[in-house]
Each structure stands twice: as structure tokens, then as C-alpha cells.
């Protein structure tokens, strides 16, 4: 069974009027700013649509701004060119160069919708707006001046710390990473063979005897030295002098 409705309340006749006028009394109590434009400079928002900055290096002449543009007011020229090959022996591969690109600000109506389908962030929002002219004609605007107005992009805003991270910076260091363990596996690897190339360098002891150093008995305070013979295998030293005899012994 289907639960009944609750009760809508009845609302009290000029409620209103009561509330539009209530707006209009704080807004008369409120103390009236006047903007001293141009002398002073308003303080627009980040993301303000002020107009359209061109970053041409990132431009491949895709064509894809100009084909999604609903008022058509996007103009792009380009020309192939030939480019040598990357590697000795590969083949020669043809690029699209941007010859013009222009923006006609008469026709524009600010949608966003070229910078947001641009698969290479070649265009970006500026919030500069003093861009005004007398003259209709004079508001297509060139590469030139697009490429100006790139210098008064703001900066992007920071991430959230909660964010996840972008794919882009992820796969960056995921590179970074791999080439650092490359290199330092080589570093080892070189060291090693130059350790090992020391100790062949390195000459080897002489064939003959082994000579052992001398001994010093802690009783008599006499050194005494061997030889060892490397052909007949004998050995020979100084013989260790015999303990004197103690007077005592005897006379016991």
C-alpha cells in the first residue's frame, strides 16, 4: 500500500513580497563600492573565460579545435613537411606545420569547448580581457597575439592532498625509476670488472723459499730464525741456547 503524502503547508499570503522586500533592505543597508576601472585593476577569478592563449609548440594541426567549434570561428593553415629519419637506416616521415591559426572573437561565444577537446594542451583560458576594438574586422586575432596572451595564463591550481595522483606523473616516475636501477646495475657491473682487472694486474709472489720471520723466545731474550729449503724441504735455524742451570738444583 502506497504511503500517503505528507501535508504541504499552507503558505501565508505576501510571504513573497515580505522576502523581496527583505533583499532589497539589507541591500540598501550595505555600503556602496564603486570599482575605479581602468585605473585600477579588478581582481578577476582564476578560471575567468577572458580569452583564448595559444601554446604553439604543443599545436600538431590535428584540426580537432576547428571541427568542434559550433560557430566555425577557428581558422588553421598548414603545410607538410619532410623530416630526415631519427636513425640511419630508417625512412623519412612527413609533419604537419602550422602555418596560421587564428580565433575570431566576434564570432566566439566562450564555450570552452576547443580547449577541453585539444588532445595535446596546446590552448588554454586567460583571464585577460582589454582586448576590445572599434572595428569589427579587427577582432580575429592572429597566432601572434593568441601566443601573448599565453604569458597571462594563470597557473593551475594545487591538488587535493586526497587526490589520486595523475596517470601522466605515475608512469613518469614508473620511467625514472626503471632507468635509475638500470644505472645503478651498471655502476656495479663496472665496478666489479674493474676490481677484477686490479687484482689480475696484481704480480704474483716469487717461486723460491719461504722465508719465516725471527722469533724472539720471552726467556733468554734471544732471536732465533728458520728456513725453509723449497727444493729439499728441510729446515734450518739458529739454535735455541740452552737454560742455565740454577745452583740450588745441586745441592738438593
Known amino acids: 500500500m502506497a504511503e500517503p503524502l505528507p501535508p504541504t503547508r ?5 510571504s513573497g513580497l515580505a522576502k523581496g522586500l527583505a533583499v532589497t533592505l539589507r541591500t540598501m543597508t550595505k555600503k556602496t563600492v564603486t570599482a575605479q576601472y581602468p585605473d585600477v585593476q579588478p581582481e578577476l577569478p582564476p578560471r575567468s573565460r577572458g580569452v583564448i592563449g595559444l601554446f604553439e609548440e604543443n599545436c600538431t594541426v590535428c584540426m580537432l579545435c576547428a571541427r568542434e567549434c ?5 581558422y588553421i593553415d598548414s603545410h607538410k613537411e619532410t623530416v630526415p629519419p631519427a636513425a640511419p637506416g630508417g625512412r623519412e616521415r612527413s609533419r604537419n606545420v602550422l602555418d596560421r591559426f587564428a580565433i575570431d572573437f566576434s564570432l566566439c561565444m566562450y564555450c570552452g569547448i576547443c580547449i577541453e577537446v585539444c588532445p595535446f594542451d596546446a590552448l588554454f583560458w586567460s583571464p585577460e580581457f582589454e582586448y576590445a576594438e572599434t572595428d569589427i574586422h579587427e577582432l580575429t586575432h592572429e597566432r601572434d597575439k593568441l ?11 594545487a591538488l587535493d592532498p586526497g587526490a589520486e595522483e595523475p ?4 608512469a613518469a616516475r614508473k620511467t625514472a625509476d626503471k632507468l635509475a636501477a638500470e644505472a645503478a646495475t651498471a655502476a656495479e657491473a663496472a665496478e666489479l670488472a674493474a676490481r677484477t682487472a686490479e687484482q689480475a694486474a696484481q704480480p704474483e709472489p716469487p717461486a723460491g723459499g719461504t722465508t719465516t720471520g725471527p722469533a724472539t723466545d720471552e726467556t733468554t ?3 732465533a730464525g728458520t728456513t725453509t729449503d723449497a727444493t729439499t724441504g728441510t729446515t734450518s735455524g739458529t739454535p735455541e741456547p740452552s737454560k742455565p ?3 740450588q738444583d745441586g745441592a738438593s
Open 245 to 247: 742451570s740454577d745452583p
Open 10 to 14: 499552507s503558505r501565508i499570503p505576501g
Open 147 to 157: 601566443r601573448e596572451w599565453m604569458w597571462t595564463v594563470p597557473a593551475p591550481p
Open 167 to 170: 596517470k601522466e606523473l605515475a
Open 70 to 74: 559550433p560557430d566555425w570561428c577557428i
Open 221 to 223: 731474550g734471544t732471536t
